[in-house]
């Protein structure tokens, strides 16, 4: 599903525009981009969080040449899902 059927599913359950789920959807996906990059986290829950990890450096390979390469410790974000998601992809 890419966000254009995502924006179509929203306008259609909610009873609105597809331009005003469009507009609601952008906002959901700019704060949770914007609490992240701050390094909050956030919650919805049954759904499921999103949090920063850190990720340490770590020494890996080029594939092509076999070359070691030193790869950098970054911030990365994660999602863990919630119990009601879970339920609902296992079909229970």
Same mark, same amino acid.
């Given at each position: 599903m890419k966000k254009a059927d995502i924006v179509e599913n929203? &306008? &259609?359950k909610a009873g609105i525009s597809k331009s005003a789920a469009a507009a609601a959807t952008d906002a959901v996906i700019e704060t949770i981009t914007e609490t992240l990059a701050s390094g909050g986290s956030v919650s919805f829950i049954g759904f499921g969080s999103f949090t920063v990890s850190d990720r340490a450096e770590r020494t890996g390979r080029?594939?092509?040449t076999g070359a070691e390469v030193q790869i950098p410790a970054a911030k990365v974000p994660k999602f863990s899902p919630g119990a009601k998601l879970k339920a609902a992809v296992n079909g229970e």
């Open positions: 929203v &306008a &259609a080029n594939p092509q």
